[in-house]
């Protein structure tokens, strides 16, 4: 298992494995797509298969052995190319892209396609509660409060269609280790999930938390 | 966009289109996990993208217009193939395989990768909600009381491992159109993510619901 990793990169390398990994990771999205919706034949279907193993084979034969972790430089940016909402690396994830803006608040406008299903041509509730999750937390980093999730409160105010999407999160509350933030997802017609979710700085960033505190307390209280 | 579809298929020819699709999906997961954990070169990156994207270009030859909705039969059995959570031509989802106990219970013993990570070898706090509104629905359904989730709330109890888990739901109180189920997600160590969830019964289903209801009351109350 990878965890937290130290490893600078120049903007160069940076750039290029971005222009390198980003443009993949979508083509084995847009395969992903494919194939819940093809129609085509067995025989197709089979010779697909069998070219889909032989890259995955190719592509295994260097790997790293678990998951991909969190990769963070000197400068402090983190590459979360493993996230499982915004991962550059992880055709699973759409990926959301978010704005964040240091007073405590991030958004996206993103697109989900036919494998975020839920209800026929809704969005799946429990994608907008993955969704939410990490745009509060999102959020509450951007505002200088990272934190591991302790609970989140989803209200479905209505259907989502799957297509054009917006999420918002922004801080709510805070209080010592413990930060609450809300947000929403809707769609063409406005917002139609809210979140609320308290957020927490893990035990182990306490110390790195409080010395921020003392040396920006405006960011923190 | 495909909606609630009525599609009867023979047994031998469901198992046929099973057998097809579900390994067929199940090696696009795989590739999707290679695309994240790889580590070979550029040149053999550029190739395996060229490649994807011949395959792609192959199914989209002939495929559905939009998402893939619900197919039902006349027996009442649907095939929610497109489903995030459970789909099983959707590479998206794990997919879960949900054991349905007619008193108002779902189980599912499965395995989350590196493309469902958060934290560093931590499944996503969003994925394990996903994963719940849809266990927490299957409670629902599999208790002859089918909704859309109304609300969510997600306490976490401590982190969850990446690798073997087991998801758990129940229905907790039954009352009119509303039903109110409970879960848990869980590792080796145990539950370390709980769930409620409020389910409601659509108002163009509740007529098929009050029916139901009459004729089999002790289902539903």
């Not at 971005?18 to 992903?32: C, D, I, K």
């Not at 790997?63 to 992880?90: C, E, F, H, K, M």
Request: aromatic share 8%; glycine share 14%; proline share 6%.
């Amino acid at each position: 298992m990878h965890g937290y990793q130290h490893e600078d990169l120049s903007p160069d390398e940076l750039a290029r494995q971005e222009a390198l990994y980003g443009p993949f990771t979508q083509s084995v999205r847009e395969l992903a797509d494919a194939t819940l919706r093809t129609t085509v034949g067995e025989d197709d279907l089979r010779r697909a298969q069998a070219e889909v193993e032989a890259i995955t084979a190719r592509l295994r034969a260097s790997q790293i052995d678990g998951s991909y972790g969190v990769r963070y430089s000197s400068d402090g940016g983190t590459r979360p190319w493993g996230n499982a909402v915004v991962g550059l690396r992880n055709p699973v994830a759409p990926p959301l892209d978010f704005v964040r803006d240091p007073e405590g608040r991030a958004t996206s406008e993103f697109e989900l396609g036919a494998t975020y299903e839920g209800p026929p041509g809704l969005v799946h509730g429990g994608v907008s509660a993955l969704i939410l999750d990490q745009a509060l937390g999102e959020a509450c980093g951007a505002g200088g409060r990272p934190g591991m999730t302790g609970g989140l409160t989803i209200t479905y105010k209505r259907p989502t269609r799957l297509g054009k999407l917006r999420c918002e999160a922004w801080i709510a509350e805070r209080d010592g280790y413990k930060t609450i933030a809300r947000g929403t997802i809707g769609d063409a017609d406005g917002p139609s999930v809210e979140a609320e979710g308290i957020f927490i700085v893990p035990k182990w960033a306490r110390g790195l938390f409080d010395q921020a505190n003392q040396e920006r307390p405006d960011r923190f209280e």
